[in-house]
Nanobody, 123 residues
Framework: QVHLVESGGGLVQAGGSLRLSCAAS????????MGWFRQAPGKQREFVAA???????YYADSVKGRFTISRDNAKNTVYLQMNSLKPEDTAVYYC?????????????????WGQGTQVTVSA
């Protein structure tokens, strides 16, 4: 069982930066694939980025070059550094975990989810 808690969301102007954190419980954190998803009002939850147990990463095209996902296994934490934010990045951001070790782009493949943190980017 993995319990995930996101933090770091907030209100920022376009062009600004935020760093999201996701703290995970459980002694097997280092073996999990961790993902970030987001959901804007009226839209489906969409993939943002993921990082495997071996620190391999994958990004959605919409955030490539602006967002960076990383993990600190000693702290059981995964981060999402978001730079050059745009109003279209506004959404609730969710942290997710998968125990198979693979990187998945579909939300249905992740078995554990945090409660989400709101990110609002003003124009």
């Amino acid at each position: 069982q993995v319990h995930l808690v996101e933090s770091g969301g907030g209100l920022v102007q376009a062009g600004g930066s935020l760093r999201l954190s996701c703290a995970a419980s459980g002694r097997t954190f280092s073996s999990y694939t961790m993902g970030w998803f987001r959901q804007a009002p009226g839209k489906q939850r969409e993939f943002v980025a993921a990082i495997s147990w071996s620190a391999g990463t994958y990004y959605a095209d919409s955030v490539k070059g602006r967002f960076t996902i990383s993990r600190d296994n000693a702290k059981n934490t995964v981060y999402l550094q978001m730079n050059s934010l745009k109003p279209e990045d506004t959404a609730v951001y969710y942290c997710a975990a998968d125990s198979t070790g693979r990187i998945y782009l579909h939300a249905g493949n992740y078995g554990y989810w945090g409660q989400g943190t709101q990110v609002t980017v003003s124009a």
